[in-house]
């Protein structure tokens, strides 16, 4: 699986953004996907996970309420929207997919990744 990020840039807070992230491959649909995202001298944490069939995705706290995460099977995408942005959110987003169906909070339990897209949340 390969995938290709999609859709950071600059924004004032309290504005939005959608992520956006292609997967190539016959095996999308029966991944389940993540974001994750990595700040200057922070690491890797966890931002929102969605299983095979989209049911009940998972959200870190920071992000509940204002981020979703969304997948279209039939176009091998994910997708997520990011609402009311701060600027403790800027960061390099990545997408990443697991070789199981249910989905993970752990970054280490995924196999394939993105190469990440800035978003950059200004004050």
């Known amino acids: 699986v390969q995938l290709q990020a999609s859709g950071g840039g600059l924004v004032q807070a309290g504005g939005s953004l959608r992520l956006s992230c292609a997967a190539s491959g016959r095996t999308f649909s029966s991944n389940a996907m993540g974001w994750f995202r990595q700040a200057p001298g922070k690491e890797r944490e966890f931002v929102a996970a969605?299983?095979?069939?989209?049911?009940?995705?998972g959200y870190a706290d920071s992000v509940r309420g204002r981020f979703v995460i969304s997948r279209d099977n039939a176009k091998n995408t994910v997708y997520l929207q990011m609402n009311s942005l701060k600027p403790e959110d800027t960061a390099i987003y990545y997408c990443?997919?697991?070789?199981?169906?249910?989905?993970?909070?752990?970054?280490?339990?995924?196999?394939?990744w993105g190469q990440g897209t800035l978003v950059t949340v200004s004050s």
């Open positions: 990443a997919a697991r070789r199981y169906d249910q989905f993970s909070r752990r970054a280490n339990e995924y196999a394939y």
């Open positions: 969605i299983s095979r069939t989209g049911g009940s995705p």
